[in-house]
């Protein structure tokens, strides 16, 4: 019993959760804001499945987008006055964001391309972490720990294949990932409209 005092994520029950305890005071239903999310990640999945280059290009631009924005800001701030200590670094890191974005706004696919590295980084990381949190929780312990092995494994793949093959399966790996969270939303949705 202390312990479930400690973290309320080892209750076994899904009501003890403070998350979804706040959501049932919510005015409405805010069960059917969780089923409305879930069926919207299944949408952009299946958009992605059905083709993944469209996917890579738009991740591309999106990720050229971020850059510019990030460099531009850091470039300001380095000539503010504020920023004494670091001011050449902000720079230097601005100029080198806003080229990189700028190369990925100009070549998309490229700027995809390298995504794919860090992406499956970014899955291992997330998977291991998932499977910690996983170990931890009394509820939901299940899906949890088979989102954290699926985004590891997803990740572990994504790393060690090459780019092309990669950018396809990207795609691939970014609409199973979407698709396992959205059956999750989904039952967990279900799941408060009951309680």
């Known amino acids: 019993m202390e312990r479930t005092k400690l973290d309320p994520l080892l209750d076994p029950h899904v009501e003890s959760d403070p998350?979804?305890?706040s959501m049932?005071?919510?005015?409405?239903?805010?069960?059917?804001?969780?089923?409305?999310?879930?069926?919207?990640l299944l949408l952009v999945a299946l958009i992605v499945l059905v083709n993944p280059l469209v996917a890579g290009v738009a991740t591309g631009l999106l990720l050229g987008v971020v850059l510019v924005v990030y460099g531009v800001a850091a470039i300001a701030a380095g000539w503010t006055t504020l920023s004494t200590r670091a001011r050449w670094t902000e720079i230097?890191?601005?100029?080198?964001?806003?080229?990189a974005g700028i190369f990925a706004i100009v070549d998309p696919v490229a700027g995809a391309l390298s995504l794919v590295w860090a992406i499956g980084v970014w899955l291992v990381i997330a998977g291991a972490f998932q499977i910690v949190v996983a170990l931890k929780a009394l509820h939901d312990r299940g899906w949890?720990?088979?989102?954290?092995?699926?985004?590891?494994?997803?990740?572990?793949?994504?790393?060690?294949?090459?780019?092309?093959?990669?950018?396809?399966?990207?795609?691939?790996?970014?609409?199973?990932?979407?698709?396992?969270?959205?059956?999750?939303?989904?039952?967990?949705?279900?799941?408060?409209?009951?309680?």
């Open 144 to 195: 949890r720990l088979f989102m954290g092995v699926l985004d590891l494994v997803l990740g572990l793949v994504l790393l060690f294949s090459g780019p092309v093959t990669g950018l396809a399966f990207l795609a691939m790996v970014v609409a199973i990932s979407l698709t396992v969270r959205a059956v999750f939303l989904i039952q967990l949705s279900l799941a408060l409209k009951k309680a």
């Open 24 to 40: 049932n005071r919510a005015p409405g239903n805010p069960w059917g804001w969780i089923m409305g999310y879930g069926v919207l």
């Open 92 to 99: 230097l890191l601005g100029a080198l964001a806003l080229l």
């Open 19 to 21: 998350l979804v305890r």
